[in-house]
Every structure is written in structure tokens, then in C-alpha cells.
């Protein structure tokens, strides 16, 4: 692949790092939604719940760690990539 | 134990003032045994407790850290005193208080009806008393009078509009009341009763007020006496709530025990070591007419294993205690299952410094909590403070590892030194940069100068994520050895070689595989690593749950990926302290590092504001963080491997009362 300058480069790059996070990000939300409002409700009811309740709750954030794992793996570790990339001379 | 009925007065004394026997209520399965009845005065002493806390809510009375303590004699004696006169004087007062309260509150709402009608030009009385007269009186959306005349021929209609509303009243022959009803709705006529009263509407409003004004004054010295009646007898109110309290769970007491005809028998169970006390002071108690007898070691494993709940009592060492919180919020360890809590002390305060790892930060947090300690004094919150202290210090601990106060180093140079500028670039190039700080005249530590390592460094962030990765194989690792001992204890030994072993196995060896394509392709760990993983993963298909077991293969790989947390929020918050500093320093106020720029005291003023709140979020969210997600991984990713897997234990609660407000 040819690529016009290592600007757009890096530019795209921190495009697709932020759209990794960010979706995973709001899938998880969606995720913890539901989880979060029926666990208030039991809570309410039955307090001694709390921690498995939050255990449940906290289940669907690993989510956002994948989308992160794949941000950091384009920010600082894309070499592996590199060598399939090459700048055209300007 | 068994015991003849005569003796279980001083049997239910004694073993209420030993506090050791925690009692398992009896559930009237054998016909030859019956349930137990209360002793002697139960119902007085529940009763005057019913009499007690009504008046303890009356006068707003919480529990509280003891301030005084009471001998028993002193309560016994005030007790009728207290419960008589000073009650009827709070019930009296407060249901005064009660009364000045709705009458006040029913004169607002005459009030607040009459305030339209001050639009009208009538008399209140020119509303009531009419007996071939049908008064219409309530809010319109329009003028109504020209329908009004349509269906009646005689009517009287006065109408007025203020800013919000239009009212108006509607005198009609009473005949035609119906047809003028459907005509008003046709209007949107929503009808307000007027209350009786007479004279003019202004002149009721205002005889409202001041009557409403009078019960006010009428109600603050009821108020005022109420908190007096609180101040002066709060103390002896919760000695005697405690007095009796005590007194009723030892009538109480044989509705848990069997009974015969003669005799009584209580099942409980005894921490072992303690066992021969709770025999020695029964057998004084009730002069030998009782026989206490204990299971066989066996016995009670056995039981454990056949789903018995055997009451659990943990047992740690004091520094790691606050840390039972954690544990018990989850669940409470059943009686053959390990402890966590020793483990969550070990890992807990670590991961939390990793995350935060700031000096600034960690110094305030601490001082935070020195002050909050002396504001909440009971056992959670005391044990909740003391948990984010110890983290707080590793936070310390890990700000001088990643040099942070308030932010990465860069800014803070003055203080700590920088290395040169040509320096910096060199290091860049190499590939060795961790950051330009430096510790004052020590300069750059450890390995390849690795330290103060800047965490928003490339090279510093790779870093991380091998630590995490590597905290999070030891973590979840302990987690695994820890569910192979206990499925072994429950003698489950297909679980324990067949699901828990190979997630031990698949979770290493993954990460070796890891290490090994990270190494430049190093084969001499890749392919052992594989063929490791492809061993467990036939295990996991050989076990319990058969090839279902394969299910389970993401959740084991997510585990490990999970613990970059560690290395993720403590990024976000370096990165919210470092967006600050340079925003405040650089771009409003550069003149303090060095810039080109003439102070002005709007910048500085400005600048200051965004330093202070931006850190004091970043602090906020500082301590939620690095504390709910360290939570996370000791709930999800370790405790499933070892933890609760039988449904949680139950908490020993030895029958007896903790005495507070009375003399020991």
C-alpha cells in the first residue's frame, strides 16, 4: 500500500484508535444499562445483593478493554504493520 | 446440648453473657420435639421496646457512638419514668406539633383558593346559602357568559381574568343546572369549592394569616421542647433501648430451642478452640443438669459436604481486617471454602497505587481520610477508610516510580530537574525514552534509566502492558491453585483436575505464547506454549461440562486482556493532570514556564480556576476509579475462579449482645 504522506498516516491511525475505543465504549454503556437498572432495583429490595449485583454490572466493561487493547496495539505497537506500508517520495 | 427445663433460665443467661454459641434455629421437623416458649415477662419487655422506639422516632434519636454508659440498676429504675412521664410528654408534644401542622396546612390551601377569588367583586357569604339557586365557581378557559344565556334565561355571570387564570361565577335558577353544567364543560370549567366564611375575600385571606402566623409562633417552643426532651434523655433512651433489646432476645430465646415435656435441646455451633468454655460455664450455670456434646471432626466436614450451612467466622490477621468488607460484600466464605481476604489485602492497595500512582494525589486522598475518620466512627466506614488508606500510600509509592505530582514530572522540572533538551532527543531516538524527569541530583534509576518513567511515554506504556498482563497471570493464577484446594476439599476431584487445572494451564501458557510472538517470533516458547494450550483445551472438552466447556475459552482470554485496566485508567487520569498543567501553564499563564508573556492578573486568576478544577474532577474520579476497578478484577476475573462456587457461606452470629450504652 501506497500512502501520499506519514501525516494522513498517523492521522488515520488516531481516527481508527479513537473509533476502537469510543464504539466499544458506548456498546458497553448499553451493555451496563439494563444490568445497572435491574440491579438498583434488587438492591432496593435486597441489599445484601450489592456486591454480586456489581459484579454483574461490571461484567460487560471488559468490552471497552478489548476496543482499548486495539487502540494501544495502533498507537504504539503498528510496526508489525509497517512493513507493508510504504511513503511515497514527495 | 440437652437440658432439663428448670435450668434453661440460667442456660439462656449464660449463654447469652458468653457470646459464643451461634444458634441454629429449630424447625419443628420431629414430632417428638416441639418449639420452645418465650420466658417469664417477653411480652412487657416488647412492648415497652414498641413504646420505646416510637418515642425514640418522635424525638429523632439515631444510634450513635456511646458518649455515657449506664449501670443496668440506673436503666431498670428510670425505666418506668421514662417510659411513662417523659413518653407521655414527647407523645403529647409531638402530637400537638402534628395537629398545628395540618391546620396550618389546611388554611394554606383555603387560602390559596380564595386568592382568585379576590378578582370578583363579591362577598364570601354571596356564595352559599341559596335554595333555588345553583352556584357554579371554578376557572374557565373562556368567557362564558353569552352561553351561559342560551340555555338559562336567568342568570347572573361574573367573570374575571388574571395573568394565569379566568374565573368566574355562574348563579342559575336551580332547574337548570344540568344544562348549564354541560354548557361550563363545554368551557373547560374546573369547579373550586369556596370555603364558608363571610365577609370580604381580602379580609378572610388576611384573618388566615395571621392565624397561620399565630400556630407558627404556637409550634416553635413545642419544637424547642421536643429538642430538649432529646438532648437531656437521648443517652438514657438508647441505654434503655439496648436494656431491653437484651431482655427480649432472652425470652425469645427458647423459641429456637426444641422442647419436651421436661426438657429442652439447643443445636448451635462453637468456634473449636472455644468449645470447652461454652461446656464449663453451661455445666456451672445449670449445676450439671445439662449435657453439651460436640460433633466429631468429621462429622462436620461431612455435613460441609452435604450442603449443611455451618456458620463461618473470619479470622484474619488485624491489618488485613477493613479488608473483609470487600470479601463480605461478595459473598461470606462457606465453611470449607479459603478466606480471600488475605489475598484481596495482598493485591488490592497494589493495584489501586498502579492505577492512581501519584504523590499529589496519594497526599491528598490520605489527609482527606484523616479527617473523614473522625467524622464517621462506625465499623463500615471505618473499615471502607481504612482500606483507601493503605492504597493511598502505595499511590505514593507508585507516584515516585512513575514521577507524578499532580501530573507527570515535565511540569513540575523546576523541583526535580529535567534532562537536557539534546539528551532527550537522543533517547528518543534510540528507543530508550521513558520520560525526561529526572530524581533532583540521583537523576534517571534503575534499568535502560527507566524511572521516574513518564506513563504517557510509548515506551513506557509497552512497559505497562506487560506488567498488567503479568499481574493479571499471577492474579488470576493464585485464583486457579486456589479452586483446584477447594474443589479437592469438597473431594470434587473431577472439577478440580478437569476445570480448574487446565484454566491454569490454558491462562500461563497463553501468555507465554504472547511473549514469545512478541520476542521476534522466539519458537523455543511458542511452541511448547502451543501445544500446552492445545493439552488444556482438550482437557476442558474431557471435563465436567463436556465440549460446552469450550464456551468458556473467550471469557478465560478476556480475563487475562481485562487486567490492562491497570494500565488504562491510571492513562486517562495522567492524561486529564497533563491536559491541565499544560492548558494552565502553558496556554493561560506561559510566563510561569518560561514563555514570552506579561502576567496579567486575568490569566493568572483564570489559570488558577482551571488548575484547581480540573484536578480536583481528575481527584474525584482518582479515587472512584483505581478503587471500583481493582474491585472488578478480584470479583470477576479471580473470585470466579475459586470463590462462591457453592453459594455463599453464612456469617457466625453468636447468640448475645454487644453492650454500648450499658455498663459491662
Given at each position: 500500500?501506497?500512502?501520499?504522506?506519514?501525516?494522513?498516516?498517523?492521522?488515520?491511525?488516531?481516527?481508527?484508535?479513537?473509533?476502537?475505543?469510543?464504539?466499544?465504549?458506548?456498546?458497553?454503556?448499553?451493555?451496563?444499562?439494563?444490568?445497572?437498572?435491574?440491579?438498583?432495583?434488587?438492591?432496593?429490595?435486597?441489599?445484601?445483593?450489592?456486591?454480586?449485583?456489581?459484579?454483574?454490572?461490571?461484567?460487560?466493561?471488559?468490552?471497552?478493554?478489548?476496543?482499548?487493547?486495539?487502540?494501544?496495539?495502533?498507537?504504539?505497537?503498528?510496526?508489525?504493520?509497517?512493513?507493508?506500508?510504504?511513503?511515497?517520495?514527495? | 446440648?440437652?437440658?432439663?427445663?428448670?435450668?434453661?433460665?440460667?442456660?439462656?443467661?449464660?449463654?447469652?453473657?458468653?457470646?459464643l454459641l451461634h444458634i441454629v434455629n429449630y424447625n419443628s421437623s420431629m414430632p417428638e420435639f416441639e418449639l420452645g416458649k418465650p420466658l417469664g415477662k417477653g411480652k412487657e419487655f416488647s412492648e415497652d421496646l414498641i413504646k420505646l422506639r416510637s418515642m425514640a422516632r418522635y424525638l429523632d434519636i439515631k444510634s450513635k457512638a456511646p458518649e455515657v454508659t449506664y449501670p443496668e440498676s440506673q436503666v431498670v429504675s428510670q425505666m418506668d419514668d421514662l417510659l411513662n412521664n417523659v413518653g407521655a410528654e414527647v407523645n403529647s408534644t409531638f402530637e400537638r406539633i402534628t395537629e398545628i401542622e395540618t391546620e396550618v396546612k389546611s388554611k394554606q390551601d383555603q387560602i390559596k383558593?380564595?386568592?382568585?377569588?379576590?378578582?370578583?367583586?363579591?362577598?364570601?357569604?354571596?356564595?352559599?346559602?341559596?335554595?333555588?339557586?345553583?352556584?357554579?365557581?371554578?376557572?374557565?378557559?373562556?368567557?362564558?357568559?353569552?352561553?351561559?344565556?342560551?340555555?338559562?334565561?336567568?342568570?347572573?355571570?361574573?367573570?374575571?381574568?388574571?395573568?394565569?387564570?379566568?374565573?368566574?361565577?355562574?348563579?342559575?335558577?336551580?332547574?337548570?343546572?344540568?344544562?348549564?353544567?354541560?354548557?361550563?364543560?363545554?368551557?373547560?370549567?374546573?369547579?373550586?369549592?369556596?370555603?364558608?366564611?363571610?365577609?370580604?375575600?381580602?379580609?378572610?385571606?388576611?384573618?388566615?394569616?395571621?392565624?397561620?402566623?399565630?400556630?407558627?409562633?404556637?409550634?416553635?417552643?413545642?419544637?424547642?421542647?421536643?429538642?430538649?426532651?432529646?438532648?437531656?434523655?437521648?443517652?438514657?433512651?438508647?441505654?434503655?433501648?439496648?436494656?431491653?433489646?437484651?431482655?427480649?432476645?432472652?425470652?425469645?430465646?427458647?423459641?429456637?430451642?426444641?422442647?419436651?415435656?421436661?426438657?429442652?435441646?439447643?443445636?448451635?455451633?462453637?468456634?473449636?478452640?472455644?468449645?470447652?468454655?461454652?461446656?464449663?460455664?453451661?455445666?456451672?450455670?445449670?449445676?450439671?443438669?445439662?449435657?453439651?456434646?460436640?460433633?466429631?471432626?468429621?462429622?462436620?466436614?461431612?455435613?460441609?459436604?452435604?450442603?449443611?450451612?455451618?456458620?463461618?467466622?473470619?479470622?484474619?490477621?488485624?491489618?488485613?481486617?477493613?479488608?473483609?468488607?470487600?470479601?463480605?460484600?461478595?459473598?461470606?466464605?462457606?465453611?470449607?471454602?479459603?478466606?480471600?481476604?488475605?489475598?484481596?489485602?495482598?493485591?488490592?492497595?497494589?493495584?489501586?497505587?498502579?492505577?492512581?500512582?501519584?504523590?499529589?494525589?496519594?497526599?491528598?486522598?490520605?489527609?482527606?481520610?484523616?479527617?473523614?475518620?473522625?467524622?464517621?466512627?462506625?465499623?463500615?466506614?471505618?473499615?471502607?477508610?481504612?482500606?483507601?488508606?493503605?492504597?493511598?500510600?502505595?499511590?505514593?509509592?507508585?507516584?515516585?516510580?512513575?514521577?507524578?505530582?499532580?501530573?507527570?514530572?515535565?511540569?513540575?522540572?523546576?523541583?526535580?530537574?529535567?534532562?537536557?533538551?539534546?539528551?532527550?532527543?537522543?533517547?528518543?531516538?534510540?528507543?530508550?525514552?521513558?520520560?525526561?524527569?529526572?530524581?533532583?541530583?540521583?537523576?534517571?534509576?534503575?534499568?535502560?534509566?527507566?524511572?521516574?518513567?513518564?506513563?504517557?511515554?510509548?515506551?513506557?506504556?509497552?512497559?505497562?502492558?506487560?506488567?498488567?498482563?503479568?499481574?493479571?497471570?499471577?492474579?488470576?493464577?493464585?485464583?486457579?491453585?486456589?479452586?483446584?484446594?477447594?474443589?479437592?476439599?469438597?473431594?470434587?476431584?473431577?472439577?478440580?483436575?478437569?476445570?480448574?487445572?487446565?484454566?491454569?494451564?490454558?491462562q500461563v501458557f497463553l501468555t507465554l505464547l504472547i511473549l514469545g510472538l512478541v520476542m521476534s517470533m522466539n519458537m523455543a516458547l511458542i511452541i511448547p506454549s502451543l501445544i500446552v494450550i492445545v493439552i488444556s483445551i482438550a482437557m476442558m472438552v474431557m471435563g465436567p461440562e463436556g465440549p460446552m466447556g469450550l464456551a468458556h475459552v473467550p471469557f478465560y482470554v478476556s480475563n487475562l486482556i481485562s487486567y490492562l485496566r491497570l494500565l488504562a485508567i491510571g492513562l486517562a487520569s495522567v492524561g486529564l493532570a497533563f491536559a491541565a498543567n499544560q492548558l494552565a501553564f502553558q496556554v493561560i499563564m506561559p510566563m510561569l514556564s518560561g514563555g514570552a508573556h506579561t502576567p496579567?492578573?486575568?490569566?493568572?486568576?483564570?489559570?488558577?480556576?482551571?488548575?484547581?478544577?480540573?484536578?480536583?474532577?481528575?481527584?474525584?474520579?482518582?479515587?472512584?476509579?483505581?478503587?471500583?476497578?481493582?474491585?472488578?478484577?478480584?470479583?470477576?476475573?479471580?473470585?470466579?475462579?475459586?470463590?462462591?462456587?457453592?453459594?455463599?457461606?453464612?456469617?457466625?452470629?453468636?447468640?448475645?449482645?454487644?453492650?454500648?450504652?450499658?455498663?459491662?
Amino acid at each position: 500500500m501506497v500512502i501520499a504522506d506519514l501525516g494522513s498516516l498517523y492521522g488515520m491511525i488516531a481516527i481508527g484508535a479513537g473509533l476502537a475505543t469510543g464504539l466499544a465504549g458506548i456498546g458497553a454503556g448499553m451493555g451496563e444499562q439494563g444490568i445497572g437498572a435491574a440491579v438498583v432495583g434488587v438492591v432496593a429490595e435486597e441489599p445484601g445483593f450489592l456486591g454480586k449485583g456489581l459484579f454483574l454490572m461490571l461484567l460487560p466493561e471488559t468490552l471497552i478493554i478489548f476496543g482499548l487493547a486495539v487502540s494501544l496495539i495502533l498507537m504504539f505497537a503498528w510496526t508489525p504493520f509497517g512493513q507493508y506500508i510504504t511513503v511515497a517520495a514527495p | 446440648m440437652a437440658g432439663s427445663k428448670d435450668v434453661m433460665a440460667p442456660v439462656v443467661e449464660k449463654l447469652h453473657e458468653l457470646r459464643l454459641l451461634h444458634i441454629v434455629n429449630y424447625n419443628s421437623s420431629m414430632p417428638e420435639f416441639e418449639l420452645g416458649k418465650p420466658l417469664g415477662k417477653g411480652k412487657e419487655f416488647s412492648e415497652d421496646l414498641i413504646k420505646l422506639r416510637s418515642m425514640a422516632r418522635y424525638l429523632d434519636i439515631k444510634s450513635k457512638a456511646p458518649e455515657v454508659t449506664y449501670p443496668e440498676s440506673q436503666v431498670v429504675s428510670q425505666m418506668d419514668d421514662l417510659l411513662n412521664n417523659v413518653g407521655a410528654e414527647v407523645n403529647s408534644t409531638f402530637e400537638r406539633i402534628t395537629e398545628i401542622e395540618t391546620e396550618v396546612k389546611s388554611k394554606q390551601d383555603q387560602i390559596k383558593v380564595l386568592r382568585p377569588l379576590a378578582a370578583l367583586p363579591l362577598p364570601l357569604e354571596a356564595y352559599h346559602g341559596y335554595d333555588s339557586l345553583a352556584v357554579f365557581v371554578g376557572s374557565v378557559a373562556s368567557a362564558v357568559d353569552a352561553d351561559v344565556a342560551k340555555v338559562s334565561s336567568v342568570s347572573e355571570v361574573y367573570f374575571a381574568s388574571s395573568k394565569n387564570a379566568n374565573i368566574a361565577a355562574v348563579f342559575v335558577p336551580a332547574d337548570k343546572e344540568e344544562e348549564v353544567s354541560s354548557v361550563l364543560a363545554e368551557h373547560g370549567f374546573a369547579e373550586m369549592s369556596v370555603p364558608k366564611m363571610e365577609g370580604s375575600v381580602d379580609s378572610a385571606i388576611s384573618a388566615l394569616e395571621s392565624e397561620i402566623k399565630r400556630l407558627d409562633g404556637e409550634k416553635a417552643p413545642l419544637q424547642q421542647k421536643l429538642k430538649d426532651l432529646r438532648k437531656q434523655h437521648e443517652d438514657m433512651i438508647l441505654a434503655a433501648d439496648e436494656y431491653l433489646s437484651i431482655q427480649t432476645q432472652k425470652t425469645d430465646a427458647p423459641l429456637r430451642f426444641a422442647e419436651t415435656g421436661n426438657a429442652f435441646v439447643i443445636d448451635g455451633w462453637v468456634p473449636t478452640e472455644q468449645f470447652s468454655q461454652l461446656q464449663s460455664g453451661l455445666d456451672s450455670a445449670a449445676n450439671g443438669r445439662i449435657e453439651v456434646q460436640k460433633l466429631e471432626d468429621g462429622e462436620a466436614n461431612q455435613l460441609a459436604e452435604h450442603g449443611e450451612d455451618i456458620p463461618t467466622q473470619m479470622n484474619n490477621p488485624k491489618i488485613a481486617k477493613p479488608y473483609e468488607l470487600i470479601t463480605r460484600l461478595f459473598a461470606i466464605p462457606e465453611y470449607k471454602e479459603f478466606d480471600p481476604t488475605l489475598l484481596i489485602y495482598a493485591f488490592f492497595p497494589i493495584m489501586f497505587g498502579m492505577i492512581l500512582g501519584d504523590i499529589g494525589y496519594g497526599i491528598m486522598i490520605f489527609l482527606v481520610l484523616l479527617l473523614l475518620e473522625r467524622k464517621f466512627r462506625t465499623d463500615g466506614w471505618r473499615q471502607l477508610i481504612n482500606i483507601v488508606k493503605i492504597s493511598s500510600i502505595w499511590a505514593i509509592i507508585f507516584g515516585f516510580v512513575f514521577g507524578e505530582i499532580f501530573g507527570p514530572l515535565g511540569l513540575w522540572g523546576r523541583i526535580f530537574g529535567h534532562l537536557p533538551e539534546e539528551e532527550i532527543i537522543s533517547l528518543k531516538l534510540q528507543g530508550l525514552y521513558f520520560g525526561e524527569g529526572v530524581y533532583g541530583a540521583l537523576g534517571r534509576l534503575g534499568p535502560a534509566d527507566m524511572f521516574p518513567m513518564d506513563r504517557l511515554a510509548t515506551n513506557a506504556v509497552l512497559v505497562l502492558i506487560g506488567v498488567s498482563i503479568f499481574i493479571g497471570v499471577i492474579h488470576t493464577g493464585v485464583g486457579s491453585i486456589l479452586g483446584i484446594k477447594t474443589e479437592l476439599n469438597y473431594g470434587e476431584k473431577k472439577h478440580a483436575y478437569f476445570e480448574r487445572l487446565p484454566v491454569l494451564l490454558f491462562q500461563v501458557f497463553l501468555t507465554l505464547l504472547i511473549l514469545g510472538l512478541v520476542m521476534s517470533m522466539n519458537m523455543a516458547l511458542i511452541i511448547p506454549s502451543l501445544i500446552v494450550i492445545v493439552i488444556s483445551i482438550a482437557m476442558m472438552v474431557m471435563g465436567p461440562e463436556g465440549p460446552m466447556g469450550l464456551a468458556h475459552v473467550p471469557f478465560y482470554v478476556s480475563n487475562l486482556i481485562s487486567y490492562l485496566r491497570l494500565l488504562a485508567i491510571g492513562l486517562a487520569s495522567v492524561g486529564l493532570a497533563f491536559a491541565a498543567n499544560q492548558l494552565a501553564f502553558q496556554v493561560i499563564m506561559p510566563m510561569l514556564s518560561g514563555g514570552a508573556h506579561t502576567p496579567t492578573f486575568v490569566a493568572i486568576i483564570v489559570g488558577t480556576i482551571v488548575l484547581f478544577v480540573v484536578h480536583f474532577i481528575n481527584l474525584l474520579l482518582g479515587i472512584l476509579s483505581p478503587f471500583m476497578h481493582p474491585l472488578r478484577l478480584h470479583y470477576v476475573e479471580m473470585f470466579t475462579k475459586f470463590y462462591s462456587a457453592h453459594g455463599g457461606g453464612v456469617e457466625y452470629m453468636p447468640f448475645g449482645h454487644v453492650r454500648r450504652f450499658l455498663k459491662v
